[in-house]
């Protein structure tokens, strides 16, 4: 049984959630569990538990990122864009993972994935989401 890292995995969740977003875009049926089977060797809870959260609370993230993208909307980035900035922000978020790991993992996704543009942006976009989660003591 092989084991990926964290890192790894996040990149596995990245890919997933960028297919999702293509079926949900064409309107296609799909099940979750599928997808995720189909980009995993081995079940992996960390990977589950990321796209489940992503998904069920994609609104509530999309709506995070939209009110810190400057003269941007999530939906005008690249499919592998809005999958590491969902990843990221539901991490900030929902989950116990230490905010700067969460950042960190996003801007290396980024840097490896994305024009570096839209590395700044997701950067910046979670630097402020980040700075109010601080001030705002959560």
């Known amino acids: ?3 990926i890292t964290r890192s790894e995995a996040r990149e596995k969740i990245m890919t997933i959630l960028y297919q999702v977003n293509i079926f949900n875009k ?3 049926d799909y099940k979750l569990d599928e997808i995720i089977k189909n980009n995993l ?3 992996n809870e960390f990977v589950k538990d990321i796209v489940y959260g992503v998904t069920t609370y994609q609104n ?3 709506f995070l990122a939209n009110k810190y993208l400057k003269d941007w909307k999530i939906e005008r980035l690249g499919n592998t864009d809005q999958a ?3 990843i990221a922000i ?3 978020i929902y989950t116990d993972t230490p905010d700067v790991v969460a950042i960190n993992e996003a801007i ?3 840097k490896k994935y994305s024009d570096d543009n839209v590395s700044k942006m997701i950067n910046g976009v979670l630097d402020k989401i980040y700075k109010n989660k601080v001030d705002n003591g959560k």
Do not use: T
Request: proline fraction near 0%; hydrophobic fraction near 40%; charge should be negative.
């Open 1 to 3: 049984m092989e084991k």
């Open 26 to 28: 064409n309107k296609l």
């Open 41 to 43: 060797e081995v079940d």
């Open 60 to 62: 509530e993230i999309d």
């Open 84 to 86: 590491i900035l969902r």
């Open 90 to 92: 539901y991490e900030l």
């Open 108 to 110: 290396e996704l980024s």
